[in-house]
């Protein structure tokens, strides 16, 4: 069974940064695509960054050039670097991960099956 943790949420000053990580079980990172996503209150949940298999990511132009995904295989833990946060930024974030095999193509919240409980990130002005 596939189980995704999120932690590293947290209250920072725009401008700051934070790191989220995800640890997952039951499923190895390396062989999935994998995806943030985050939703603020009354908001769409919305796709932040996913990264494929093979390392390809795929960012929202909102967050391009601030955030960075990545993952740690031998750790089997995703993690989503972001930098120069901005107020818009503040979400329960949370970590997904699409079937085995599929293709890391979209960030839409729908194509990802198995998500994680979500770390709160505010960022205050």
């Known amino acids: 069974q596939v189980k995704l943790v999120e932690s590293g949420g947290g209250s920072v000053q725009a401008g700051g940064s934070l790191r989220l990580s995800c640890a997952a079980s039951?499923?190895?990172?390396?062989?999935?695509?994998m995806g943030w996503f985050r939703q603020a209150p009354g908001k769409e949940r919305e796709g932040v960054a996913t990264?494929?298999?093979?390392?390809?990511?795929l960012y929202a132009d909102s967050v391009k050039g601030r955030f960075t995904i990545s993952k740690d295989n031998a750790k089997n833990t995703l993690y989503l670097q972001m930098n120069s946060l901005e107020s818009e930024d503040s979400a329960m974030y949370y970590c997904?991960?699409?079937?085995?095999?599929?293709?890391?193509?979209?960030?839409?919240?729908?194509?990802?099956?198995?998500w994680g409980q979500g770390t709160q990130v505010t960022v205050s002005s």
């Open positions: 997904a991960a699409r079937s085995y095999l599929a293709l890391c193509n979209s960030l839409s919240p729908s194509q990802f099956g198995s």
């Open positions: 039951g499923v190895r990172v390396s062989t999935l695509c």
């Open positions: 990264i494929g298999a093979f390392g390809s990511t």
